[in-house]
């Protein structure tokens, strides 16, 4: 058509096409490469990482607004740090941690806040007895659990409600928050099987909800130069195979090869693993269609919403206060602080967050007004002092377009049960990572090079 400008689009060949750069597809690719492998890495973002990211303070001060944090049990993790040359250091948790509840602040040490014995009693019977079904949920298939078809049927949050479960009302709001926490959505909008699917892959390292809701476990350690820095040197080692800023529109599939198209490269490959959030591998097109089962999963795992704001000060203040940084909120929009502090202690940086309903009301907010009601939270724990930031930074993943939410998808009711046959198996060519599917450390950084190397173990064993 006259004044129209056709972009000539690339072929290029492989022997496995990898789709999303973040851990799950770069550990894919690693593994492949590293097996004499060919690959191509195709990622719509115009940086690689996926849900771990290195931005810049108002301050020039260079922070990780995504996943952060190492801890017990990741090993995966800690050996790439080492593979890749970076150092990690132990998270600061020296000091109090606050607990404020009713307009209060109550200072405390250890795993749980002293909230009175009735309170701190139904916590500890209900954490028990979710431990004590996660264990009943087998790793590989939850859908099989003997009780699946009940529990799937039924939210967390309606398990959290019943008087049964959770007698205190003090209890009840602080095992609603954590949850809150965990999954970046409501408890009522998470399949009570789903929460045990989580719960389980962490009960190598401790009793599964506790070992994610205990920082000392799963926030123990820094990055130098922040998690996403791990990602960036994985990829600079794959090279030319990573094209950036080309998200893949549509798969096609045949018993020969796959071709897998983005707007300015097609790849032909033997294989393809898809290594992105269930939600974004539901927006590419699929020829032959996927089987049922595996397009309406992928519409059944959403991410949640979370805002993360991190502010910076010339030195962590309330660490002079005999603050740890960690504080948790359940009655605030800004539920979870906790010190994201460099070494050696400058600039001194503190993390929040907002979850769920309370980050998309926060979202709809002008961003001055935005600020103001953030700032005014965290001076209500910390002090005058922590309106004066030298650098501040919001990132609201819910707005990023190959997110759309964060910090993983959570299952909704009946979604295992019926479509969870789905969630690792291939469709012919096509392989699925990510760490909504891994078995163990799920939702994690160290799930997603797990499900990643995964996928790679399984082209390699088809040849």
Not at 343 to 364: D, E, I, K, M, Q
Not at 405 to 423: E, R, S, V
Request: net charge positive; aromatic share 6%; proline share 6%.
């Amino acid at each position: 058509m006259p004044g129209v400008t056709e972009v000539a689009v690339q072929r290029v060949r492989a022997d496995v096409c990898v789709v999303g750069a973040g851990f799950a597809g770069l550990a894919a690719a690693r593994q492949l490469v590293r097996s004499g492998r060919e690959v191509v890495v195709l990622e719509a973002r115009d940086r690689v990482g996926g849900r771990v990211w290195n931005r810049e303070a108002s301050d020039g001060t260079v922070v990780s607004v995504g996943g952060t944090w190492l801890g017990k049990g990741q090993e995966r993790m800690f050996q790439l740090a080492r593979e890749v040359g970076l150092e990690v250091y132990p998270q600061y948790d020296d000091g109090d941690q606050l607990l404020r509840l009713d307009g209060l602040n109550h200072r405390y040490r250890g795993r749980i806040p002293r909230v009175g014995t009735p309170a701190t009693a139904s916590m500890g019977l209900a954490m028990a007895r979710l431990e004590l079904m996660a264990r009943r949920v087998p790793r590989d298939a939850p859908w099989r659990a003997g009780q699946a078809r009940s529990w799937d049927a039924r939210t967390l949050g309606q398990w959290l409600a019943s008087p049964l479960n959770v007698p205190s009302g003090t209890a009840h709001t602080l095992l609603r928050a954590a949850m809150n926490l965990l999954f970046c959505a409501d408890p009522g909008e998470v399949s009570l099987l789903g929460a045990l699917v989580l719960a389980r892959g962490g009960d190598g390292c401790g009793s599964g909800f506790g070992y994610y809701m205990d920082s000392r476990r799963t926030e123990s350690h820094l990055v130098d130069g922040g998690a996403p820095e791990i990602a960036r040197r994985m990829a600079e080692d794959l090279g030319q195979a990573v094209h950036l800023a080309s998200p893949v529109r549509r798969i096609t599939q045949n018993g020969i090869h796959v071709e897998v198209a983005s707007e300015a490269l097609t790849v032909v490959a033997r294989r393809v693993i898809v290594a992105t959030p269930p939600v974004m591998a539901g927006r590419i097109a699929f020829e032959p269609a996927l089987p049922a089962s595996c397009g309406h999963l992928h519409q059944r795992v959403p991410p949640g919403a979370v805002i993360r704001v991190n502010t910076v000060y010339p030195h962590p203040f309330w660490r002079d206060e005999g603050l740890s940084g960690q504080t948790l909120a359940p009655e605030s929009p800004v539920s979870v602080t906790i010190d994201q502090t460099p070494r050696p202690a400058r600039p001194g940086v503190l993390s929040s967050y907002a979850f769920g309903t309370a980050a998309l009301h926060l979202g709809r907010l002008e961003p001055k007004e935005r600020r103001e009601v953030w700032l005014d939270e965290l001076a209500g724990r910390f002090g005058p002092q922590a309106r004066r930031t030298a650098g501040y930074l919001e990132t609201d993943w819910s707005t990023e377009p190959w997110s759309l939410g964060g910090m993983i998808g959570h299952f909704t009711p009946g979604a295992l049960t019926t479509y969870g046959t789905a969630l690792r198996e291939p469709v012919g060519r096509i392989h699925w990572a990510s760490t909504e599917s891994a078995t163990r450390m799920h939702g994690l950084m160290e799930g997603a090079v797990r499900s990643g190397e995964r996928a790679a173990g399984e082209v390699l064993a088809a040849g």
